[in-house]
């Protein structure tokens, strides 16, 4: 077999058979294949296109290429959430603890961030002291007695994937759907949970620009787990302004704390509570989806999933302190309020630009060995639909540098257009 055969197939438009798409997948984890050629047929897959069938053969392909997790030594039905990357996406800080106080296992490996959307990992490693390191008999143990814990990947899942999307990124290959499903797949199958939901986002500030486009994402996925034996659902949730109102890692921390606490921004919330009805579902905690709502509401009143994330930080080697503090904590040094110039009421908030403008501040990276500046973010006072008043604030921009909180700030007003 040649890889010069494989690219002009696809170039032409044919379908490649399960033995290439191997060919393929080992060459590439093995180093054979140059990555030149490599990204040939990314390209030309993007252009052309896969089948259902290619699709489901490169994610079982990439999902082999490398160390699979074997989680059937847990008890219960271990549920795995997976978004599809968005600007100030935290609901995994507050779904872990909230579905561990629920009574769910929480097996979650994430992931740092990279370009606009942010990580988890960055985000709980903002606490002081805490680490997502954990060799896996202490996740596994934590999981047990916890109930949930979240490391970060570890490089042995799912290689080829790594290989892959550090072309893909650099070549304009990404936002292409059998792309993505399958590198998400690839990984979430090697996690070895037994069922996925999945948070499929469309927007200004997701991969998928359109409503129709996630939907055709989210169906491939669910066909691809489901075929291979993994109980899933998914939720196809807004990404045209950001989640919640902040965006960055400590700022971020902060929200899921209050959200923890029954506080928090509402489409926060709802986005929370959809994902949340979908994992107990699927993780036979209810028997219909209306049932866990109370069950969810139940445990954030109580306190419980607020015990849960202070007892996972501990674990993990961070102080929980912060949470009994009112300003909890602490953001950037530096900090400038961006006010409206005018009367009027917001009609968009563009996610992508409040991402660009976090990751200026400091709060992601560019390429993946950049460090990040933890307390740097985006607090977004107004979001679509709100009045607003010439003089008031619109959103507050943090960093740890006076350079970037100033060059920064234009591109901050910039996200907002008020009509
Ligand atoms: N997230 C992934 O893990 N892979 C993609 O291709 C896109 C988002």
Redesign the pocket.
């Given at each position: 077999m040649r890889m010069f055969d494989i690219i002009d197939k696809k170039k032409h438009g044919l379908a490649l058979t399960k033995e290439e798409i191997a060919y393929f997948v080992k060459g590439v984890t093995s180093g054979e294949i140059p990555d030149y050629q490599t990204t040939a047929l990314l390209m030309a897959i993007c252009f052309k296109g896969m089948t259902d069938e290619e699709t489901a053969e490169l994610t079982l392909e990439m999902a082999h290429s490398g160390d699979e997790m074997d989680l059937s030594h847990l008890s219960g039905i271990k549920v795995d959430k997976h978004s599809?990357?968005g600007i100030g996406d935290k609901t995994t800080l507050i779904l872990g603890p909230l579905m561990a106080a629920c009574g769910l296992p929480v097996v979650k490996m994430s992931?740092r961030g990279l370009g606009l959307t942010g990580g988890t990992i960055d985000k709980l490693e903002s606490i002081p002291g805490l680490s997502c390191a954990l060799s896996m008999d202490d996740f596994f143990k934590q999981v047990e007695e916890l109930g949930v814990a979240v490391a970060s990947q570890t490089q042995a899942l799912a290689p080829c994937?790594k290989k892959l999307?550090a072309l893909?990124d650099t070549t304009a290959t990404?936002d292409c759907i059998p792309?993505?499903a399958s590198?998400?797949m690839s990984?979430k199958l090697a996690s070895g949970s037994d069922a996925i939901v999945l948070d499929v986002k469309y927007g200004s500030g997701a991969?998928m620009k359109t409503r129709e486009d996630a939907q055709k994402l989210a169906e491939i996925m669910v066909a691809i787990g489901t075929h291979c034996g993994r109980r899933m659902d998914y939720v196809i949730s807004d990404m045209e302004q950001p989640l919640g109102q902040a965006v960055g890692n400590s700022i971020e921390v902060n929200e899921a704390v209050m959200t923890l606490k029954g506080q928090g921004p509402k489409d926060l919330r709802d986005v929370v509570y959809q994902l949340g009805a979908k994992m107990l579902l699927v993780g036979d905690i209810v028997a219909t989806e209306e049932e866990a709502y109370p069950l969810m509401q139940e445990h954030l009143q109580d306190g419980s999933a607020l015990a849960k994330f202070r007892e996972m930080i501990q674990r993990q080697g961070g102080d929980p302190s912060f949470m009994d503090t009112e300003e909890l904590l602490p953001l950037g040094e530096f900090s400038e309020e961006i006010r409206s110039d005018i009367d009027g009421v917001v009609a968009k908030v563009q996610a992508d630009v409040i991402g660009h403008t976090a990751l200026d501040l400091g709060a992601g990276r560019a390429t993946k060995d950049e460090s990040i500046d933890p307390g740097s973010g985006v607090f977004v006072y107004k979001k679509v639909g709100d009045p607003v008043k010439k003089g008031e604030i619109l959103a507050k921009i943090y960093s740890g540098s006076k350079e970037k909180l100033f060059a920064a700030e234009k591109e901050c007003r910039e996200a907002f257009l008020i009509n």
């Open positions: 599809t990357g992931g994937d999307y893909r990404v792309l993505i590198s998400i990984k991969f």
